[in-house]
C-alpha cells in the first residue's frame, strides 16, 4: 500500500505518490504544518481498504479507515491512533485541553482580590498586567501547532527557535509582576 501524500504550506501543494517522492523533493520545505495521507489497498473479492489521514496546524486532525473486515477497520485505527499519540506533543494537548481553563482561574482571581486593593488607580494597574498577561497566554495557545511534521533537519532563525522559551519567560514574569503588585497593595 502506497500511500498519496499531500502537503500543503502557504498556499502551495505538493502531492507525491510515496514516503520517498516526498523527501528527495527539496522544493518542500522542511517543515510542513498540514498534510493528508491516503492509502487504498485492493481487498480481495472486497473492495478496498483505505485509510486517510488529515493533520492541520490550528484544526482537529482527522482519521479515515473503512473496509469491510471490521476487525481490520478497528485494529487499523487503533494502530494508528496509538502512533499519532506516541508522537504528540504533550505540551501542546496540555494547552488546548487546560488553556481555556487557566485564563478563566487568572481572571476569577483577579476579581477576588481586586476590591482588597484600596485605591482605583492600583486596582487599574493590577487589571492592566493581568489583560496583558491573558492575552500572552492566548496568543501563546494558538501559536501552539496541532501538526508540525519535519521532512528534514530545519533551519530555523534565533528567534523562532527560542519563541516558546521567551513566551514562557514573559508569562513567568508578568505573573511574578502582578503577583508582587498585589502583595504591595493589599499590605499598604
Do not use: C
Not at 510515496?18 to 498534510?35: K, M, Q, R, T
Request: overall charge positive.
Amino acid at each position: 500500500m502506497i500511500p498519496v501524500i499531500n502537503a500543503a504550506l502557504a498556499g502551495r501543494e505538493f502531492i507525491h505518490i510515496g514516503v520517498d517522492s516526498l523527501l528527495a523533493d527539496h522544493s518542500v520545505p522542511a517543515v510542513i504544518y498540514d498534510v493528508r495521507v491516503a492509502a487504498n489497498e485492493p481487498a480481495v473479492h472486497a473492495g478496498n481498504n483505505t485509510v486517510v489521514i488529515t493533520l492541520k496546524r490550528h484544526e482537529p486532525n482527522t482519521l479515515y479507515v473503512s473496509g469491510y473486515d471490521r476487525v481490520w477497520v478497528e485494529g487499523k485505527a487503533a494502530q494508528i491512533e496509538n502512533f499519532l499519540r506516541h508522537h504528540e506533543s504533550k505540551a501542546t494537548h496540555i494547552l488546548r485541553r487546560y488553556g481555556s481553563h487557566l485564563n478563566s482561574i487568572i481572571f476569577l482571581a483577579m476579581l477576588a482580590f481586586l476590591p482588597s486593593i484600596p485605591s482605583v488607580r492600583n486596582r487599574l494597574e493590577v487589571v492592566v498586567y493581568v489583560f496583558i498577561l491573558l492575552t500572552t497566554l492566548l496568543y501563546s495557545w494558538r501559536l501552539a501547532a496541532n501538526t508540525k511534521v519535519f521532512l528534514r533537519e530545519p533551519k530555523f532563525a534565533w528567534y523562532q527557535k527560542n519563541a516558546g522559551w521567551l513566551l514562557v519567560l514573559l508569562e513567568v514574569a508578568l505573573s511574578a509582576w502582578i503577583g508582587y503588585l498585589v502583595e504591595k497593595y493589599l499590605h499598604r
